[in-house]
């Protein structure tokens, strides 16, 4: 989860591929019937709490909770949300303050205040949930009230992202009477302020929103109602697509999927309507220190040298995504080409060479892991398509291993894969977002990475710098830095495709920043 000039750099710039007549978006207005939209997903919630999730969770809690500040759809620089006015009060940015807006309410119907949005935030760093956002809130020394609509936050260190921070879902403002501070809130209920309330949920299967009556903010809700769906496997949400079941898909089609509806749209088939959207996900290996191999500088350099990316993204996801040589993917102010200006297109010779100088004569044994039924169904052959470059090399000897998301994660906190692949859509449009959340000895991929150099020299520097723009300067230094050390290695920068049922209009502004979905954003063409 992010600065950026212009449409060309929205980390969810819709290219918005207008492939079939009849896509435009129709203003909205009122009906005498009830408007539901029903959306189908591969990313189904891990948890319902914000203190415990940093993953596509934040997709459900975007629309049904609020945070004191939103990145607006037609720009890149925070705006109050739930807050009627916010900004730093010292030159050093380490003091914020926030004004609430007034007659806030939980769609409990309790008053949203100064202590709920204190609560709210202490309970995230005092819970400290391994899965949780705690580690983006790491800087925040202490949240004040200073009367019942106004919040100041005291970071410890100066750091102009915070009011990024502030827009992404880990700072969702919660219920203080239902979600308790040292402990997570149990059962399938949520208690916020966004603009639905959850009817009803069954994890893994479905999540039924209404419109909250007592929500104020700035979403402009396009519907009474929306139901998401969430799907193991995209062949059946396609097939329920197909069947009118959904109205449209939200992440997971896969490359053959995507080519499908773009055959048909070229045989004058009408039914769907395909968007294309510049993402800013992307998808990288991570060597754990902990292990015995991937801890050698020269085998991960080695495995840089040999990954063939353009081959990856062509075999797999027949372009589909792109080849990623940088943490910070293309369209994010500070994006460089790092990797492929310190190793070059892949080399055999190059790969054995620096093996064979670190005293490696044999076949290096490495297990990679991958998450079976997260980023939708082609990743078991990127990883097959990774295992036979490897091992094509004669350098390597793969094995490959998968489990479900939610025992994946578990494992990989736990610190027990050697290599393992993850998949990251940007908290906020900054490249600090790419980068920060990954190093230090507490990040959320749960391996320490210790590099003194980007933790206390490197990094530091660039969040004192309040224009983003010229801290993409500092972020080239960090990304040749991280592309000598090979902990993290990028791989594909992917795109987001949306098929729609025709009627189906808001596509195109229903994508955040952070390529969330704001479910608000769509309706019925038909029914307005």
Known sequence: MFDRNGLLKVAATILSLVLLAGCSALSGGDGGEEHKIVVGTTSAPSSLDPAAAWDGSWELYRNVFQTLMTIPNTGTTPEPEAAEDCGFTDSASRIYRCKLRKGLKFSSGRKLDAQAVKHSFDRITSIESPKGPAALL??????????????????????????????????????????????????????GSGPYELKSYEPGKRAVLVRNAHYKGTAKIRNDAVTIRYYKRSTKMVGDLNDGRIDLTYRGLTPDQVLEFQEAATTGDTSFDLAEITGSEVHFLVFNPKDEQAAKPAVRQAVAQLVDRKKLVREVYDRTANPLYSMVPTGITGHTNAYLDRYGEPDRGKARTILRNAGITDKVQLTLWYAEDRYGDSTSREFAELKEQLEGSGLFDITLRSRSWENFQ????????????????????????????????????????????????????????????????SFAKVQREMADDVRLLPLWQGKVYIAAEKDVAGVEWAIDASVIMRVWELYKKSSW
Request: aromatic letters at 12%; a neutral charge; glycine letters at 8%.
């Open 138 to 191: 790491a800087n925040l020394e202490q949240v004040e009230m200073k009367s019942s609509r106004v919040v100041v936050f005291r970071l410890r260190k100066s750091d102009a992202t915070f009011p990024f921070i502030l827009s992404t879902p880990a700072t969702s403002l919660v219920d203080p009477d239902d979600y308790p501070r040292a402990s997570l809130r149990p059962g399938n209920e949520v208690t």
């Open 410 to 473: 578990d494992g990989y906190l736990k610190g027990q894969y050697p290599v393992f692949g993850r998949g990251w859509s940007a908290d906020f449009p900054d490249a600090d977002n790419y980068i920060t959340p990954f190093v230090g000895d507490k990040n959320a991929m749960g391996t320490p990475y210790k590099n003194r150099k980007l933790t206390e020299e490197l990094l530091p520097y660039s969040r004192r710098q309040s224009d983003r723009g010229a801290a993409g300067q």
